[in-house]
Every structure is written in C-alpha cells, then in structure tokens.
C-alpha cells in the first residue's frame, strides 16, 4: 500500500478528518509536517476539507530558525494554502529550565489560538509511528503506568496525527520519490536531548533484535489503549461505590479493600484528579492503601491543600480547611430555581422530577439548607433523628454538614437527595416536583 492510501486508510479508522472540516496542519519544515502537507493537499477534494497552515519560529536556533520560516512561507505559497506565523522567545521565557518541555507548550498554545481564531475543526499534527515508538521507549525509561506505555493517541481533543500509522523511513521515502524539499533541524542531532539519544543510539540497537520495531509497538499501543479503555471504565463503574462532595471523596473501607490493589489505588488517583486536578506519586498511593489496611483510624497530608483521613468505617480524600458554609433558602414561590454551595435546585408544579412531594408542606413553611441539629425523619413506624439516619447509613461525619436538607417548619426532613424520601400515605393531586444537580453524588438509599 502507498504511503497516501495508508495515511488516509488511518484517517478513516480513526475517524480524524470529516467531511468539511477545516484542518489546521501545523508544519515546522521537517520531513514529517512537510509530508503531512503534501498529503493532506492532495487528499483535499477527496475529503472535502479546508486546509490552513500554521508554522511556530521558537527563535532557538537563530538565523537557522528564520530560514525554516521563509522555508515554510514558500512551500505554502507553492501549495496555495493560507498561513499563519506565530513565535515567541522560548529561551528566554523558559529561564533555562526545561527549554523543550517550554517550546512544546508554547507551539500548542500558539496552535490552539491559532485553530479558535480560523474556527478550524481539527489541528493535524506530523507525528509518526517512529515517534511513538520513541515516546514509548522515553516513557518506559523515566517510569510510567499504561497511558505511558500506550503513548499519545492517535486523536485527542481537536488534535490528530494522520501519520500515526506511518514511519520515519516511509514518509523519508514518499518524500524522495516525489522530489520533495525538506528543512533538517541541527537540534534533532545533539544527544543531551533524550529524544535524540533514544532515536539515535537505542532504537538502532532495538532494530537489531526486531527489524519491525514501529509496527510492534503499533500494535502493543492499541492493546494498552484498549486495556485503558476497560480500566477507565471500570473505574468509573468502582467510583460510584463513593460519595463525592465539592471538596471530598469519601468511600467505604469494606468496598474499597474488596478491590484489587490496583484498582483501588486506580480509584483513588481518580478521585484525587477529580477534586485537585493533580496526581498522586505510586509511593503515595502506597501509603494511603497501607493507612487504609491498618487497625487504627490517622491521616496523611497529600498536596495541594489535600489530605487523607481514615475514620473506623470510611476513607476520605478531603482539603485540609474544608469548612463549607451553610445555608438556608426558604422555599416561598413555586416554580424556584435556587442556586447552593451544594448544587442547583429546581422546583416545578407537577411533572416528573428526582423527588415529588404533595404542595400542602408549603404550607408549614418549607426551607432547603444544611442541618442544624434536631432535625427528624418520618417512617411508617415511626419517627427518627437524623443523626442516627447518618450514623445507620455509615455517612461520613466530614460530609453531613455539606449535604443539602429539604426540611418543614417543624424540623422534618422530607428530603435527601440520593438518600432520603418521605412517603405520603395519602397521594395529593397537588404536587410539586424537585430537580437536582448537585456536588453530592453516588449516595445510595
């Protein structure tokens, strides 16, 4: 197969390119995004695409840097596609520190601006299975778990990569067989970068052993992709057996040790990203698994503000000044849309909703807001306080004062969002109907 027929052949497996996208190729003058451009030139009509072309000049390489743009500039007027320049000083804005890491988020800034501007679909990328390869083998070597191990996707977000399937010798070759000019980058030779060395020392050496080295790691990529896929979705399934508030994870110690080591650390590296944003190193997943398997209750600080607390029957993930206002809203107009710290609540007349309840409660007055104390629920037989309801449901004692409370006059509670419903024995034609969306989730009754 071609190399064209192959790049579009991945296009369409991976389902990159639509119809009447407009497509922002990103091209630094290397062999790669020049090949990506040609290909993506002719494949123009066949898909139906509006191509723009956007090159980054990082001013490191001086005068070399400026040729590479004029290079660029040419190139795109030969192929009569509009382009877009951007640069920036990445030495002097990365301080010395880390000038690669600096120049790859300063070029997808730039892009990413770039694509909003032109309201561009997608941003193609000239990424090849070589370079996969090479990431592969980096992640490996700094350490990593099964994102690093399947590399970058071939479609994240807006960004594709139509070479994915594609190695450096090939496109070496499409370029070559159609008289194609290219710009070669004097940095991609200078081994203090570990790019470099991988691409120039290890894989030579790797090629040794297995010849088909691109295409192995092709297909040991899709498995980690597809064993990501599972993982994330059980994950998520596993979470549910949690409680999540703004600023809190809490979930049964029974449940949570029931779990697979791996799981369960899977589970709370993703509740931590959940409420933080930021990860959890393994050692100190290790840590909190081994807090969570000892006899007596304790803590660890985390970071970002966050810590673990391990009570007789649950395990929190929670910010260490966790102090959530209360609240207390009196419910006087129906319909009502009412905005808490706890999530929006939206009371209609009739219809279907997550709590119906009969209109005659608004009578006695009628409050949504956080407990106070003495509050009590109704049962068929009988009355109960709600600290004992909490302390049967096992609720965590750092999340009851976050859950919201729809409670009468009289200090009722008639309900509780995923935990509590009053019955009515006798049925009212009219009633009134409560949607919530809300920080507070997974509470089963």
Same mark, same amino acid.
Request: hydrophobic share 35%; net charge positive.
């Given at each position: 197969?071609?190399?064209?027929?192959?790049?579009?052949?991945?296009?369409?497996k991976?389902?990159?390119?639509?119809p009447?996208?407009? #497509?922002l190729?990103?091209?630094?003058?290397g062999?790669?995004?020049v090949a990506?451009?040609?290909?993506?030139?002719?494949? &123009?009509?066949t898909?139906n695409?509006?191509?723009?072309?956007a090159?980054?000049?990082?001013?490191?390489?001086?005068?070399?840097?400026d040729?590479?743009?004029?290079?660029?500039?040419?190139?795109?007027?030969?192929?009569?596609i509009?382009?877009?320049?951007?640069?920036?000083?990445?030495?002097?804005? /990365?301080?010395g520190?880390?000038?690669?890491?600096?120049?790859?988020?300063?070029?997808y800034?730039?892009?990413?601006?770039?694509?909003?501007?032109?309201?561009a679909?997608?941003?193609?990328?000239?990424?090849?299975?070589?370079?996969?390869?090479e990431?592969?083998?980096? @992640?490996?070597?700094?350490?990593?778990g099964?994102?690093?191990?399947?590399? %970058?996707?071939?479609k994240?977000? =807006?960004?594709?990569?139509p070479?994915?399937?594609? !190695?450096?010798?090939?496109?070496?070759?499409?370029?070559? /067989?159609? @008289?194609?000019?290219?710009?070669?980058? +004097?940095?991609?030779?200078d081994?203090?970068f570990?790019?470099?060395l991988?691409?120039?020392?290890?894989?030579?050496?790797?090629?040794?052993?297995?010849?088909?080295?691109?295409? !192995?790691?092709?297909k040991?990529?899709?498995?980690f992709?597809?064993?990501?896929? %599972?993982?994330?979705?059980e994950?998520?399934?596993?979470?549910?057996?949690?409680?999540?508030?703004?600023?809190?994870?809490?979930i049964?110690?029974k449940?949570?040790l029931?779990?697979h080591?791996?799981m369960?650390?899977?589970i709370?590296?993703?509740?931590?990203?959940?409420?933080?944003g930021?990860t959890?190193?393994?050692?100190?997943?290790?840590?909190?698994?081994?807090?969570?398997?000892?006899k007596?209750?304790?803590s660890? =600080?985390?970071?970002?503000?966050?810590?673990?607390?391990k !009570?007789?029957?649950?395990?929190?993930?929670?910010?260490?000044?966790?102090?959530? +206002?209360?609240?207390?809203?009196?419910i006087?107009e129906?319909?009502?849309?009412?905005? !808490?710290? &706890?999530?929006? %609540?939206?009371?209609?007349?009739?219809?279907?909703?997550?709590?119906?309840?009969s209109?005659?409660e608004?009578?006695?007055?009628? %409050?949504?807001?956080?407990?106070?104390?003495?509050?009590?629920?109704?049962?068929?037989?009988g009355?109960?306080?709600?600290?004992?309801?909490? @302390?049967?449901?096992?609720?965590?004692?750092?999340?009851?004062?976050?859950?919201?409370?729809?409670v009468?006059?009289?200090n009722? #509670?008639?309900?509780?969002p995923?935990l509590?419903k009053?019955?009515?024995?006798?049925e009212?034609?009219?009633?009134?109907?409560?949607?919530?969306?809300?920080?507070?989730?997974?509470?089963d009754t």
């Amino acid at each position: 197969m071609k190399t064209e027929e192959k790049v579009l052949s991945t296009i369409k497996k991976f389902s990159l390119i639509a119809p009447n996208d407009t #497509v922002l190729c990103a091209v630094s003058g290397g062999p790669d995004s020049v090949a990506l451009l040609h290909i993506l030139k002719n494949f &123009s009509q066949t898909l139906n695409i509006k191509i723009y072309a956007a090159h980054f000049n990082h001013k490191l390489r001086g005068e070399e840097s400026d040729i590479d743009e004029i290079f660029v500039k040419n190139l795109c007027q030969k192929l009569s596609i509009p382009l877009i320049v951007g640069s920036t000083d990445v030495k002097r804005i /990365s301080q010395g520190k880390n000038v690669e890491d600096t120049a790859r988020k300063e070029r997808y800034k730039f892009l990413q601006a770039t694509a909003n501007k032109l309201k561009a679909d997608k941003i193609a990328v000239g990424h090849t299975a070589s370079d996969l390869c090479e990431t592969i083998i980096f @992640n490996l070597s700094k350490g990593t778990g099964i994102k690093g191990l399947r590399g %970058f996707l071939p479609k994240r977000d =807006n960004i594709v990569r139509p070479l994915f399937e594609i !190695t450096r010798e090939e496109v070496e070759e499409y370029l070559k /067989s159609n @008289n194609i000019h290219f710009r070669i980058d +004097s940095s991609n030779f200078d081994t203090k970068f570990s790019r470099n060395l991988i691409r120039l020392h290890v894989i030579p050496h790797l090629k040794r052993i297995n010849p088909s080295l691109e295409r !192995t790691f092709l297909k040991e990529a899709e498995t980690f992709r597809e064993l990501e896929d %599972f993982i994330e979705n059980e994950t998520e399934t596993a979470l549910k057996q949690g409680i999540f508030t703004e600023n809190s994870f809490s979930i049964d110690l029974k449940s949570l040790l029931s779990l697979h080591p791996f799981m369960a650390k899977t589970i709370l590296q993703k509740a931590f990203s959940k409420l933080s944003g930021e990860t959890l190193s393994a050692n100190k997943l290790s840590s909190i698994i081994k807090l969570a398997k000892g006899k007596k209750s304790g803590s660890l =600080n985390l970071k970002n503000g966050f810590k673990v607390l391990k !009570t007789q029957t649950h395990l929190i993930l929670c910010r260490k000044d966790d102090k959530k +206002s209360s609240f207390q809203i009196e419910i006087k107009e129906i319909p009502a849309k009412i905005e !808490t710290p &706890s999530g929006t %609540f939206e009371f209609l007349e009739g219809g279907k909703g997550d709590f119906e309840f009969s209109k005659s409660e608004i009578k006695k007055k009628l %409050f949504l807001r956080t407990r106070k104390g003495g509050e009590w629920l109704s049962f068929p037989y009988g009355k109960k306080k709600l600290k004992k309801f909490f @302390n049967e449901k096992k609720i965590p004692f750092n999340i009851r004062n976050a859950i919201p409370l729809l409670v009468t006059g009289e200090n009722e #509670v008639i309900w509780i969002p995923g935990l509590y419903k009053k019955t009515y024995i006798k049925e009212s034609k009219k009633k009134i109907s409560v949607r919530y969306e809300g920080g507070i989730e997974n509470i089963d009754t």
